[in-house]
């Protein structure tokens, strides 16, 4: 059985590497916290949302006093969790292979037994399936998040799903997604509770932003001065509604503007083609620009005038919207999902029908068309809602409130 924990042996009071401190964040490393909270995902890789909010979960279990782990297949970010304050437990969590769900029952359930874990919270369905049984081994709670709608498609396929619902506590990412739950699996009102993804307020902080990275990044991207810059962050799939954006530019019939989308391909090299001919056939080269990746949003969303997101497919959540509003940036986004959760028309941002591409450059044509004091008040007031409702302590805050419920009907108060 092969369990990798940072080259150290695992036992219940494991110690971590000499640069990572002790498990749960405790002055003694023999001594056991009050609560093990077990995160298992497929792997620690990319700028996911479930990755990231494994980071963001397992730093405010550590800080709490609390043991903190993570199992994956790792990936880059297993650094950023070992700073968070957890430990990673490398197994091959992210195959879907029949056999190695199974196998992975048994190791899963050996990690519970040696670190004393008292929940386990599943963010992926493969991995879900070997921790919900590790967890009816053991006796431990268990508790999913719900990230996504997933294909239903077959019989089959919902039931690889259903496993997403068999949690002690589902949490659900959105309104949305509980309505999704409900409607699509018959989960129990009383297992759901929702909390929406939070936003670092300290990153995505406007006066924390410096002029010097925006200006950079200008430059990097070769945006000359002088005008307007609307963005579409996200990967370029055809969902993201890229294409749609492009024709609403094209609608808009403007040339003063610069219109930039934010996102790698992936390998859908011939997605990306199809854009850039639709960016040539609509006359917009010298308008549009495709970037491949940005390694500080704060900085981009800054340089932006006007935020997009133009799903054809309602976003779970939509964490584009929320970072924007941060920044104080004047948001748009489709009529669906979790964007109407995160957005209140007219006031924070504006809402147009999903793929109606008449619609998007309407609003686009409102949002462009504010004047500073205009500008002024829609920050204010974006920013007051994120501050409300979307906040990463919110988002951190709620799950820990989870974990107690959980614990209590257990006996444990904490």
């Avoid at 092969?2 to 110690?15: G, M």
């Avoid at 719900?146 to 498609?153: C, D, K």
């Avoid at 749609?244 to 609608?251: K, P």
Wanted: charged content about 20%; aromatic content about 6%; proline content about 4%.
């Amino acid at each position: 059985m092969s369990i990798t924990q940072n080259h150290t042996i695992l036992n219940p009071a494991a110690k971590r590497a000499p640069d990572t401190g002790t498990v749960g964040g405790g002055e003694n490393p023999s001594q056991k916290p009050p609560v093990t909270i077990l995160q298992v995902l497929p792997a620690l890789g990319g700028s996911g949302g479930v990755e990231r909010g494994t980071v963001e979960i397992a730093g405010c279990i550590s800080a709490q006093g609390w043991g903190s782990l993570v199992a994956s297949n790792g990936g880059e970010r297993v650094y950023q969790l070992q700073r968070a304050g957890a430990d990673h437990f490398q197994l091959p969590l992210h195959s879907k292979n029949p056999l190695t769900i199974y196998a992975n029952i048994s190791k899963l359930e050996k990690l519970i037994k040696e670190q004393g874990v008292d929940i386990v919270h599943a963010r992926s369905r493969a991995p879900a399936w070997s921790a919900y049984y590790a967890c009816q081994r053991t006796g431990t709670a268990f508790v999913t998040t719900f990230h996504g709608t997933y294909s239903v498609g077959t019989a089959l396929k919902r039931f690889y799903n259903s496993i997403m619902t068999r949690g002690d506590r589902v949490i659900a990412i959105s309104k949305f997604i509980a309505g999704h739950l409900k409607q699509m699996y018959g989960a129990p009102g009383d297992k759901i509770r929702i909390i929406h993804r939070g936003v670092d307020l300290d990153s995505f902080n406007a006066g924390l932003v410096s002029a010097e990275r925006v200006v950079k990044l200008s430059q990097t991207w070769r945006l000359e001065d002088g005008y307007p810059v609307v963005m579409l962050p996200g990967r370029l799939t055809r969902w993201k509604g890229q294409a749609v954006f492009i024709e609403a530019i094209a609608a808009l019939g403007r040339n003063d503007i610069r219109c930039v989308l934010v996102g790698s391909d992936q390998g859908r090299t011939g997605y990306r083609k199809e854009l850039e001919r639709l960016i040539e056939q609509n006359g917009l080269s010298s308008v549009v620009r495709i970037f491949d990746h940005c390694d500080d949003m704060p900085a981009a969303y800054m340089m932006a005038d006007v935020v997009v997101s133009a799903s054809t497919d309602p976003e779970a959540f939509g964490r584009v919207v929320i970072e924007a509003q941060a920044l104080g940036r004047p948001v748009v986004a489709p009529d669906h999902g979790g964007a109407c959760e995160t957005i209140i028309e007219g006031q924070t941002g504006w809402l147009f029908p999903p793929g109606d591409k008449a619609a998007l450059a309407e609003a686009l044509r409102s949002a462009l068309s504010l004047d500073e004091d205009g500008r002024r008040a829609f920050a204010e007031r974006a920013l007051t809602s994120v501050r409300e409702h979307f906040s990463k302590d919110a988002m951190c805050e709620k799950t820990l409130n989870v974990y107690r419920e959980v614990l209590r009907e257990r006996g444990r108060d904490v």
